[in-house]
């Protein structure tokens, strides 16, 4: 097939933005999955405690009074915990802190050590209780879920990379639909199959895949538009697998116009995510 067009092509920021989302089938779901995944994990970790990391057996410890005791409105292993307030004095200035075990452990009036943060007083517990209501150990169970969503995105991710060169480099061709069988693989009920194509270039044909439930899109017996690496035909991309299946003229504009809005409302997924470890860790 003679080559029509071969020119770096400008990608408006909207579709740009769409590929990151839309280009596959998982993208979404993975996006989903992390986000939420990731806000639960950051809850449960700003209620956790990690002060065994930053208290040493060489923290400085001083005697503590404590001035208030109640139900901390959380429960392990079906066992209550309850927060103590306590007040100590560093250099002869006062200081408070929370720390978090079961109901017997002190009562109001009781004398407690407390260890700090050597030149950070702020930062405390009582000896042999919590920062925070919950043991770090809790979170292992919870982090699978952001670990699902961002093993799904570092598996997509690439790959729209490799898109994006496509189509900014890409030459315009056409490929002829050759077959399609199943995966195992389902979308909203629907199967996901493997379609394959054909694409000629430089007198050989090369065989191109897209996995999509959307087979009405690519089941057809006209050619279909299709771009290309020159030098790795092999590495194709069906124009109507894009988000929005833009039209592109022969001197390889992007002719279909993309809106800014609402794709940048994809950009709410990371930005929630580093929102979410911010609060958490920072």
Request: with cysteine; aromatic share 16%.
């Amino acid at each position: 097939m003679a080559i029509m067009f071969h020119r770096t092509r400008h990608i408006p920021l909207p579709l740009l933005i769409r590929m990151f989302f839309e280009s596959n089938f998982l993208l979404l779901f993975g996006w989903i999955f992390f986000t939420f995944g990731s806000i639960i994990f950051c809850v449960f970790a700003s209620i956790s405690d990690f002060s065994d990391f930053v208290l040493s057996k060489d923290s400085p410890r001083t005697q503590a009074i404590i001035y208030k005791k109640e139900y901390a409105n959380a429960r392990e292993n079906r066992v209550s915990i309850y927060a103590y307030h306590y007040k100590f004095q560093v250099e002869g200035q006062e200081y408070t802190g929370i720390s978090y075990g079961y109901s017997s452990d002190y009562q109001v009036g009781n004398t407690a050590t407390v260890i700090y943060k050597k030149g950070k007083p702020t930062y405390s517990r009582i000896e042999n209780l919590r920062h925070k209501q919950f043991q770090p150990y809790f979170l292992l169970f919870i982090v699978i879920f952001p670990l699902i969503g961002g093993i799904i995105l570092a598996i997509a991710i690439p790959k729209v990379f490799s898109k994006i060169r496509i189509l900014r480099e890409g030459t315009m061709g056409e490929a002829t639909f050759s077959g399609m069988k199943p995966t195992n693989t389902t979308v909203n009920k629907q199967r996901v199959m493997k379609m394959s194509f054909h694409l000629q270039s430089g007198g050989k044909t090369y065989t191109i895949h897209h996995n999509t439930h959307q087979t009405h899109k690519f089941f057809t017996d006209k050619p279909l538009k299709v771009l290309f690496l020159p030098h790795q035909p092999e590495k194709a991309l069906l124009i109507n697998s894009l988000p929005g299946s833009p039209e592109i003229s022969e001197q390889g504009t992007i002719l279909t116009q993309y809106a800014l809005f609402p794709a940048i409302l994809y950009l709410l997924f990371p930005a929630t995510c580093l929102f979410a470890y911010w609060l958490a860790f920072f």
